[in-house]
């Protein structure tokens, strides 16, 4: 057996359902590995059929095309290094999640997923079988344990392929982005190394799909727990990594650290990346979004900049008489240093049509929030004709904050397509939009500098749907509103737990009546940009339809 091994590890980033376009990323990663001598590409977890597939992997046609792609592959990639990958596969009509090892142009191995995540976006259980744990696999002499993700997060499967001879570990992975999900990674991670004793390598997906972000970040731990390479984040990569067999047994050599950047830029490169991806894996090029004047259309509109360059992006103003001077000054000065195409499309006319056209039903009642909300449902209207006539995907602009209050109009300024801030808080809204003035990056496609101007961060939020309104006429202050909604929602606490924390039990329910009565609205919103464990998806399942409150 010889004493080095060389294992080329492609970070790369597939299209879900694209089964012919995956495959040629394989080639071209298994080309990529024969070409710096390696003995075996790997590429991560469902590669073939892209990942998190949900329900579409047990549609027969489906799965039955994705093994065939692999059955192809195996034979294309015959002449040079083994090439594992990961996809769906048959065992005597059971579905299982798979690691396949191509060798010698057939299908050597193949490795079943035994533990099934079922939490979070994850519903494993009712999509595939649970694998039996089995032993290593041999490629060129070296036995290689393979854990799939949620496998190598407990003790028994990594343990097993230890005992039963494994002399590294290659974890292949399809692991979404949340805060600080690296640091979690590298500590079970090292765990299993310290229980083996044996070199491990994790190797990650990167890309957006749907809501969720694949961030990459893939590494690699010698015995003891050393880091020995570090992948970028957010970004798609190639590593050529070295093992060497000497007396203590297989190390790995120390190659490349990546930098791991902070996690408000973590956030935003994870919202610029689901954004394009989003674009790109659905069929769009370009998009459009109202802009306000306020700070979270401020902050999609450099997402949006950033992900797809300013000439793939239209700012709108929309404004009617209650729009202030401030707000149309500062929308037109952030699109002209963004560089993006800005559009007035005043509104007054328009509301006035619908006010007539509505007078004689309502007569005889008073101006309310129906008012206030047909200018916002009309300006939906006018942005959607634009998305269609110019195939502009809109994007909404709504935060966290206000996705789970309702504190936004439905079939208005939430209409859209995407919502790259629908996991963020304003109070993080406010930092990240300080942070994109100080901060830029090569991954980036706008400007550096100051382009967000220093009043739309200053000035007090407003919905300028009515004179002199503010946000806060209607919700709590966004410190104690989204400190709340941190316990409600993320930490599924009770209102006893804010009261401890600090907080008005009465702001407190009634912050959890609005979060409550708010999922309808949700239910009907438009996919974004996952950040946390319990962003509003399938993170967090609730009835629309609930008297239940907190009493306590």
Not at 509 to 515: A, F, Q, T
């Amino acid at each position: 057996m010889a004493d080095s091994f060389r294992l080329t590890l492609a970070q790369w980033n597939p299209t879900m359902g694209d089964l012919d376009g995956n495959a040629d990323l394989a080639r071209r990663a298994w080309r990529t590995g024969r070409e710096a001598g390696a003995n075996l590409v790997a590429l991560p977890e469902m590669f073939i059929t892209g990942y998190n597939t949900q329900d579409l992997v047990m549609k027969p046609a489906f799965h039955t095309a994705a093994i065939a792609a692999i059955e192809s592959l195996a034979r294309d990639c015959a002449d040079g290094p083994a090439l594992a990958i990961g996809g769906p596969a048959l065992q005597d009509g059971v579905l299982y999640n798979a690691y396949y090892i191509l060798q010698e142009g057939r299908v050597a191995t193949r490795v079943f997923k035994h533990h099934l995540p079922n939490e979070t976006v994850f519903d494993e259980k009712r999509i595939y079988a649970a694998g039996a744990v089995t032993g290593p696999y041999a490629v060129d002499g070296l036995r290689i344990g393979s854990p799939i993700c949620e496998d190598s997060w407990y003790e028994d499967v990594a343990e097993t392929l230890a005992e039963t001879g494994a002399q590294i570990l290659l974890v292949p992975n399809g692991s979404p982005y949340y805060r600080q999900k690296l640091s979690n990674r590298h500590q079970i991670m090292v765990a299993r190394v310290i229980e083996t004793g044996l070199p491990l390598i994790y190797l990650n997906l990167v890309g957006g799909q749907d809501d969720q972000v694949f961030d990459g970040g893939s590494f690699a731990l010698n015995p003891g727990g050393a880091l020995a390479l570090q992948m970028p984040l957010m970004q798609e990569a190639t590593a050529h990594l070295d093992l060497i067999r000497g007396e203590d047994g297989w190390r790995i050599t120390p190659s490349d650290l990546a930098p791991v950047p902070d996690a408000m830029e973590q956030d935003y490169h994870a919202m610029v990346l689901s954004l394009r991806d989003y674009l790109r894996k659905t069929g769009f090029r370009k998009v459009l979004l109202g802009l306000s004047g306020g700070i979270d259309s401020a902050l999609v509109a450099c997402v949006a900049v950033d992900a797809l360059g300013a000439g793939n992006v239209r700012c709108v103003m929309l404004p009617s008489e209650y729009t202030s001077q401030a707000s149309l000054d500062d929308a037109e000065t952030l699109a002209r240093t963004l560089g993006c195409r800005y559009d007035t499309v005043p509104i007054a006319e328009g509301r006035q049509a619908i006010t007539r056209t509505l007078a004689p039903l309502f007569e005889g009642t008073a101006p309310d929030i129906t008012e206030e909300n047909i200018q916002s449902r009309l300006r939906g209207l006018l942005l959607m004709a634009m998305s269609n006539k110019f195939a502009e995907m809109l994007l909404t602009t709504g935060n966290k904050s206000e996705v789970a209050v309702g504190y936004a109009t439905i079939y208005g300024d939430m209409a859209g397509g995407y919502n790259p801030l629908k996991d963020m808080y304003k109070t993080r809204v406010f930092d990240t939009c300080r942070w994109r003035n100080t901060a830029h990056r090569d991954w980036m496609m706008g400007p550096a500098g100051a382009v967000i101007p220093q009043r739309i961060i200053d000035r007090p939020p407003s919905a300028e749907l009515a004179p002199d309104q503010r946000d806060e006429d209607s919700l709590p202050a966004y410190p104690v509103l989204d400190g709340i909604l941190e316990i409600l929602v993320d930490q599924d606490g009770s209102i006893a737990d804010c009261v401890a924390a600090g907080f008005d039990r009465a702001d407190a329910s009634r912050v959890e009546h609005l979060l409550y009565i708010s999922e309808y609205k949700r239910f009907q919103s438009a996919p974004g940009t996952r950040l946390s464990k319990r962003a509003f998806w399938l993170d967090r399942r609730y009835p629309i339809a609930n008297r239940w409150r907190d009493k306590g």
